[in-house]
C-alpha cells in the first residue's frame, strides 16, 4: 500500500539535507529517500562522503571531513523530525497529483509514496578517467574540484586532466598554489574559448601534453606520480605529480526523470522563479539544476530555498 506524505526529497547530499531541515522545522514531515549505500550516483550523503577535509564550509575553522559533515546534516534533519528511506527511487510519474514515486525496496506494484510536492537534490557526479584505483585516491592526491582541494597542493607539481573550458579555469586556478601545473589533453587542440586559451598559455606556470590520456597511478596511500600514454605513438611518460585533477565534466543524476520534466541538453533541471521547475508542486535544487558554482555551501543555500519555496507553494494550494 502506498504511503502518502505531504513533502519527498530525491537525495541527500547537501541540498537535499538543507531542504530537509527547513521542510521538518516547517512541519511538514519530510521524508528524504536518500539513496544507496552501493550506489556510486546515489550515495546517501552525496559526493561529499567521497571527500576528505573541508576547509572552506563556513563555520569550521579547523576544518571538517565530508562525511562527517553529511552525517551532522543528516542528523540535524532528523532531529527536526524529517524520516530517512535509505534506498533509490526507480520511477517516477508527475502526470498528475498527488505525484508517485517507486523505490527499490518496495513489494508489489503500487508506488511507494504518494506525495503532495517534491524536492529534487539528486545532485551531479564528476566524470572520471575510468583507470585502476582513480576512485581510491579521491581525496588522497586525486580530486575533481580545484576551488575545493587547490589550497592542499601549495608547492606541488600538478596535472590537470581536460582541454574545456572548466579545465583551463581549474589549471589557472591551480597556479596560485602549485610550482608547475601541467594539462593532459586526448587531442592535439583544446576545446576551450579562445580568451580561456590565451590565458592558458600565457601563464608560464602551465604546460601542456597533447594527444595523450592519463593510463597509470602510483603510490600507496597517496599520489606520487602518474603514467600519460600517447594516444598516436603509444610512448608512455612517468610524470611525478602529486596532484591530479580530473576536469572532463559532469553529469547531472537526471535520468529518471527524463519525459516528467524540462531539462536542458546536458540534463540538467530548469529551475525558475527560485528553484521551481516546469511541473507545479516539483522543485529542484543542488548541483542537479546548477552546473556553475558546484559548491557544498551554494548547494546547501538552493535547498534552503527549495524548502521555502515548497512551503509556500503548499499553502497557496491548500488555502
Keep these: 500500500m502506498s504511503e502518502k506524505v505531504k513533502v519527498a526529497i530525491i537525495g541527500s547530499g547537501p541540498a537535499g539535507l538543507t531542504a530537509a531541515i527547513y521542510a521538518a522545522r516547517a512541519d511538514l514531515n519530510p521524508v528524504v529517500i536518500e539513496g544507496e549505500p552501493s550506489s556510486t550516483t546515489d550515495q546517501p550523503g552525496g559526493q561529499l562522503m567521497l571527500t576528505t577535509e573541508i576547509e572552506n564550509f563556513p563555520g569550521f575553522v579547523e576544518g571538517i571531513m ?28 508527475f502526470s498528475e497529483r498527488p505525484f ?39 581525496g588522497h592526491g586525486v580530486s575533481t ?24 579555469e581549474e589549471a589557472g586556478f591551480l597556479t596560485k598554489f602549485a610550482n608547475t601545473v601541467t594539462i593532459i589533453h ?31 597511478l ?25 596532484g591530479l585533477f580530473v576536469a572532463i565534466g559532469h553529469s547531472p543524476n537526471t535520468d529518471i526523470f527524463k519525459g516528467q520534466i524540462d531539462m536542458d541538453e546536458v540534463g ?14 516539483v522543485f529542484a535544487c543542488g548541483d542537479v539544476q546548477d552546473h556553475t558554482y558546484r559548491q557544498a555551501i551554494t548547494a546547501a543555500g538552493s535547498g534552503c530555498m527549495a524548502a521555502i519555496d515548497i512551503e509556500k507553494w503548499l499553502k497557496h494550494t491548500e488555502d
Excluded at 186 to 215: C, G, H, Y
Excluded at 229 to 237: A, F, L, Q, V
Design 218 to 242: 602510483h603510490g600507496a596511500s597517496s599520489l606520487t606520480g602518474i603514467t600519460v600514454t600517447n594516444r598516436i605513438t603509444g610512448e608512455k611518460t612517468e610524470l611525478p605529480v602529486t
Design 186 to 216: 586526448r587531442r592535439n587542440e583544446l576545446r576551450a574559448s579562445k580568451i580561456m586559451q590565451d590565458r592558458a598559455f600565457a601563464n608560464p606556470k602551465i604546460s601542456f601534453i597533447w594527444d595523450s590520456t592519463v593510463t597509470d
Design 100 to 138: 508517485k514515486l517507486w523505490t527499490n525496496n518496495q513489494t508489489g506494484s503500487e508506488p511507494r509514496y504518494l506525495a503532495d510536492s517534491i524536492i529534487i537534490s539528486t545532485g551531479a557526479r564528476s566524470l572520471l578517467m575510468n583507470i585502476d584505483r582513480e576512485t581510491e585516491l579521491i
Design 268 to 281: 540538467y533541471i530548469i529551475t525558475n522563479e527560485g528553484t521551481a521547475t516546469n511541473v507545479p508542486g
Design 66 to 93: 565530508g562525511p562527517e559533515l553529511m552525517s551532522n546534516f543528516r542528523s540535524q534533519a532528523e532531529r527536526f523530525g524529517a524520516r530517512f528511506d535509505t534506498t533509490k527511487v526507480s520511477r517516477v510519474d
Design 145 to 168: 574540484c580545484a576551488t575545493c582541494d587547490g589550497f592542499f597542493f601549495r608547492d606541488h607539481h600538478i596535472a590537470v586532466v581536460g582541454g574545456g573550458d572548466s579545465a583551463l
